[in-house]
């Protein structure tokens, strides 16, 4: 049975016809497709109020440690963790996996509650802060500074500063996999080297 396309075009014609159609466009399509929709299959994290994430730990059956990033919106240094760091495809799904991912302004306005207590914004200095921001950076309002809570939401650790993903991850791996408890961040560090 012959179709119509192979009775207007012999057969190395359809031929060279496919590959050109199936192959090449093809090709430059999906590399397009594959190049700027490489966000297509990135693991994005899903950031959520502390308030949510404090409901979603006293709901969960088996609740998740908690992670914080204290952020400003005039930081340049948090930006760049956010786009660096934090977009980083392994740190993206490692973190969603392990904690409930908060994203906290240190310079907030609106009131958080939390363990019976209401933090408020301190009209203070240039920007002001909110006070849950200064309590969780233990007073040290530095940003951007991450903060690991255990899973009954007490304070593991607050480290400041500006972290690419390696070490980050390493960071993170350090308290969602409980080494924290049994060794210290320097032995963990030696044991950890190349």
Same mark, same amino acid.
């Given at each position: 049975?012959?179709?119509?396309?192979?009775?207007? &075009?012999?057969?190395?014609?359809?031929?060279?016809?496919?590959? &050109?159609?199936?192959?090449?466009?093809?090709?430059?399509?999906?590399?397009?497709?594959?190049?700027?929709?490489? *966000?297509?299959?990135? $693991?994005?994290?899903?950031?959520?109020?502390?308030?949510?994430?404090?409901?979603?730990?006293?709901?969960?059956?088996?609740?998740?440690?908690?992670?914080?990033?204290?952020?400003?919106?005039?930081?340049?240094?948090?930006?760049?963790?956010?786009?660096?760091?934090?977009?980083?495809?392994?740190?993206?799904?490692?973190? $969603?996996?392990?904690?409930?991912?908060?994203?906290?302004?240190?310079?907030?306005?609106?009131?958080?509650?939390?363990?019976? $207590?209401?933090?408020?914004?301190?009209?203070?200095?240039?920007?002001?802060?909110?006070?849950?921001?200064?309590?969780?950076?233990?007073?040290?309002? *530095?940003?951007?500074?991450?903060?690991?809570?255990?899973?009954?939401?007490?304070?593991? *650790?607050?480290?400041?500063? &500006?972290?690419?993903?390696?070490?980050?991850?390493?960071?993170?791996?350090?308290?969602?996999?409980?080494?924290?408890?049994?060794?210290?961040?320097?032995?963990?560090?030696?044991?950890?080297?190349?």
């Amino acid at each position: 049975m012959t179709s119509l396309f192979t009775k207007l &075009y012999p057969m190395n014609v359809a031929v060279k016809i496919f590959n &050109y159609f199936f192959t090449t466009k093809a090709v430059k399509a999906f590399l397009v497709l594959l190049m700027t929709g490489q *966000s297509l299959w990135a $693991q994005e994290v899903k950031w959520i109020s502390f308030e949510a994430a404090v409901a979603l730990q006293a709901k969960d059956v088996t609740p998740k440690k908690m992670f914080i990033d204290v952020f400003t919106d005039w930081c340049g240094w948090c930006k760049k963790m956010d786009k660096d760091t934090f977009q980083n495809l392994e740190v993206a799904a490692y973190m $969603q996996q392990h904690f409930y991912m908060v994203k906290l302004d240190g310079e907030g306005k609106d009131p958080i509650t939390f363990r019976s $207590q209401t933090f408020s914004f301190i009209d203070s200095g240039r920007n002001g802060y909110h006070e849950l921001a200064a309590n969780l950076l233990q007073g040290q309002l *530095s940003y951007p500074t991450v903060v690991f809570l255990d899973e009954q939401l007490n304070m593991l *650790s607050p480290v400041p500063g &500006y972290i690419t993903a390696a070490p980050f991850l390493k960071i993170a791996k350090y308290f969602a996999e409980n080494t924290y408890k049994t060794t210290t961040w320097e032995d963990y560090q030696k044991k950890e080297a190349p």
